[in-house]
């Protein structure tokens, strides 16, 4: 693919998918296919927030870690020479390496080849492979077409382009471009999509080198009729089409010219496109913009047209009616008659669809991000209480005029739904929970533990100061600790030493210590027996926290399995210290070091090892979506060799109440879930209750939460959960199967005797005296426990977690000559010659054949 530098020189390369931009003013820029070299003195994120396609960054003056906090489909670094060896390390962060070439030998072409196929060979986290561009002083379209088939692509000066034929000195841009496009015709014609600025398709043309560069010339469609030659479109009837932008497929054979369409529309039937009529915005658009132009007496829209107070009232008083529906088909009712009064603004100012969506685009290409607040008076309005991140939100100062913040007072309520009014597919999409999204955490992990593995603990020192704020010297804190590390008050230290006898008592009693021996047949003796996992790595989450708990849950199993080497990694607190409760912890379960940093940082430096952090051979515990995402990311590694103890997800609770139970026991239950996360969800499942009885609960549930000091949290998390009812016991636990939760409370009569009926769940608490914080911190189960629906196939940590069990057999001559013949026949079956003469050689002794 032809890739021209210095495109705002020459008007019609802003036409093509990638145009490189030198010099350019940041503040003017708004080109959508624009690589844009960053000026010396001015962020990287900056030029990406003013929309850059790709931010152009040269290799004398960039550093790997710089770019970490940047996607990476948004970046190009650019060397002044073919110095693959130090563009090596940016791979994984970068998606385009920009090399300049004087001269280009054989065996750097070879070379060049050799790194283009390796960058290629794994796709981008977003979509696409990465791009190996060679800038070139000047290029035919042989060229062009040869660097293209080996996979790279070309970067010319646009001075050496022009929209005129070709001469000895220029070539011409069209013919540059369709160097790369793949005829497989005889006419050697290239199919075209044509489509608007929306990418609707208008319909189905082909194109020329000929049509191409005409196209580029004017920024008009015209296209290779197969029957008349050159085709201006519209040049007769007056439906031209202005040429948006023009680009080729994957495959390079298919052609997609992006138009904004004139007169009555692209096909010769007078309709937009050649596929029946249009719908949806395109066309409210098109009528709005006939009203303008001359609208029928009478008109409705016109008379919005001529009176904006009007409009904006309708306006505001749509976008209030889509804030208090609740049902599905009255939020799209609303919306629809909302988005009808927002294009009549839009229409009335010249604004288009297409100016919409590329906005919406440029938005989208920011990688700073705003808080996402309220203005003070609509969060007095709607009560809003949180910001985006979930943090509860500062709420607005008082002022003379303003008066005393305004608290939210509104009834906090899940929604309510009865089992059997719901249809299958009902049924099926409230068992779903909130869809995580983790392809741009993944993204932003990646580099990090990249970075970790080439860097080691230079690079967990620079993100524990990046992302912690913390400067530290050490990447761990290595035993025997420091007893002042571990100075608590008496009670908390009895409180952990009561939980932790507690936890111990329960996961050694899981300990498997006899070997299983099974004759299957005389002779022929089978065996199993467990051994631990030598090297693990517990995951603690902290910094701000203090979760004494998760290193218990997670340091007494590794403990009674027998692992050789246990080593904790949690975040340190501001001034550079671990909370004394998990160093006391660390201490009891006899960890070997405690690595002073978290998030995707720490999970790299267990999986892959530092100079100071042993690898370990399995990483266990909790932490948020980057600590998730990386032990994903270490676990499908398949170099590091690393397993983990689950997927996880948001916390949540399945609740079963029956008309026995206790409303406030009920209700507290479910908040004390509630309040780990907006993304948590709580489940009642409600057995038979009537109108009042239901009633309790929901009054528990407002007037606990209430007086909670996370009662923003649980507001919002609360909002997205819900309550079933159910008929019998039965159903309650059928359903409770099928939404497999990680927490399910049983307050129900009988409560002992239902748990037979369990099949689904990572931890269980029965009856009104179970609540499930005991599990969470000291009643002897473990609470790091499978979430999101993976009960059905996980179980919670356990002692099993740190142990693997190895096989064994051993069979005597008589066995062997039992079932030799099977295994014979078996093999030949499956014609493994090799593992037949492995027994008959064998055999034929044994019975002196």
Known sequence: ????????????????????????????????????????????????????????????????????????????????????????????????????????????????????????????????????????????????????????????????????????????????????????????????????????????????????????????GVYQSRSRGLWHKGATSGATQTLVAIDFDCDADTLRFIVQQHGAGFCHLNTRHCFGKSAGLTVLEQTLKQRKANAPAGSYTARLFKDQELLTAKIKEEAEEVCEATEKQDIAWEAADLLYFLMTKCVANDVSLADIEANLDKKARKVSRRPGNAKAKFIAQSGEATKANGKPAEPPKATEQQGAPVKDTSRIQMNSYTFNELDAASRSKLLLRPIINSDDIIARVQPIMKAVREQGDAAILDYTSKFDQVKLSTTCIKAPFPQESMILDAATKAAIDQAYDNIYAFHDAQMDRETLIVETMPGVVCSRFSRPIEKVGLYVPGGTAVLPSSALMLGIPAKVAGCSEIILATPPRKDGSIVPEVMYV????????????????????????????????????????????????????????????????????????????????????????????????????????????????????????????????????????????????????????????????????????????????????????????????????????????????????????????????????????????????????????????????????????
């Not at 001269?103 to 750097?108: D, N």
């Open 1 to 220: 693919m032809l890739i021209p530098i210095g495109g705002e020189r020459l008007a019609a390369t802003t036409y093509l998918p990638d145009v490189i931009y030198d010099g350019l003013e940041i503040d003017g820029f708004n080109h959508v296919n624009a690589w844009v070299n960053v000026p010396s003195g001015v962020d990287v994120g900056d030029v990406l927030d003013k929309g850059a396609k790709k931010a152009i960054v040269p290799l004398s003056a960039t550093r790997v870690e710089e770019l970490s906090q940047y996607p990476a489909d948004r970046l190009a670094i650019a060397s002044s020479s073919v110095a693959l060896a130090d563009l090596e390390r940016f791979v994984g962060h970068v998606s385009v390496f920009i090399v300049q070439a004087t001269t280009s030998t054989e065996s750097e072409q070879a070379a060049l080849v050799s790194f283009a196929k390796r960058v290629q060979s794994t796709l981008l986290p977003t979509g696409g492979i990465c791009q190996v561009v060679l800038s070139v002083p000047s290029a035919d379209t042989v060229f062009i077409a040869q660097q293209h088939k080996v996979g790279i692509d070309v970067a010319i000066d646009v001075d050496q382009l022009t929209l005129e034929a070709s001469s000895s000195d220029k070539l011409n841009l069209g013919e540059a471009f369709m160097a790369c496009v793949i005829s497989d015709r005889a006419d050697g014609l290239i199919p075209t999509m044509v489509v608007d600025q929306s990418n609707t398709a208008l319909g189905l043309v082909y194109s020329s080198v000929q049509s191409v560069a005409e196209s580029l010339k004017i920024g008009q």
């Open 586 to 849: 660390a201490h009891k379960i006899g960890a070997s070091m405690v690595v002073t940093a978290g998030g995707a940082q720490a999970v790299a430096a267990l999986a892959y090892g530092t100079e100071t952090i042993p690898k370990v051979d399995k990483i266990c515990g909790p932490g948020n979506q980057y600590v998730t995402a990386a032990k994903m990311v270490a676990q499908n590694d398949t170099s590091c060799l690393v397993s983990i103890d689950m997927p996880a997800g948001p916390s949540e609770v399945l609740v079963v109440a029956d008309a026995t139970s206790n409303p406030a026991y009920v209700a507290s239950d479910l908040l004390s879930q509630a309040e780990h996360g907006v993304d948590s969800q709580v489940v009642l499942v409600a057995v038979g209750l009537d109108s009042e009885q239901t009633k309790a609960i929901e009054n528990e549930i407002h007037e606990q939460a209430s007086r909670l000091p996370r009662v923003d949290i649980v507001r919002q998390s609360i909002a997205k959960s819900y309550l079933v009812h159910v008929d019998t016991i039965e159903d309650a636990l059928a359903y409770s199967n099928a939404y497999a939760p990680e927490h399910l409370i049983l307050h129900n009569d009988n409560a002992e005797g239902v748990v037979r009926l369990v099949n689904n769940a990572g931890s269980v608490f029965v009856g009104p005296y179970s609540p499930e914080s005991c599990g969470d911190y000291a009643s002897g189960t473990n609470h790091t426990l499978p979430t999101y629906g993976y009960s059905r196939m996980y179980s919670g940590v356990n002692t099993h977690t740190f142990l693997k069990h190895i096989t064994s057999q051993q069979l005597t001559a008589d066995g062997l000559n039992r079932l030799g013949d099977t295994v014979m026949r078996l093999a030949e079956v499956e014609r493994l010659e090799a593992h037949r003469n492995a027994v008959a050689i064998r055999v034929r002794d044994i019975r002196k054949l």
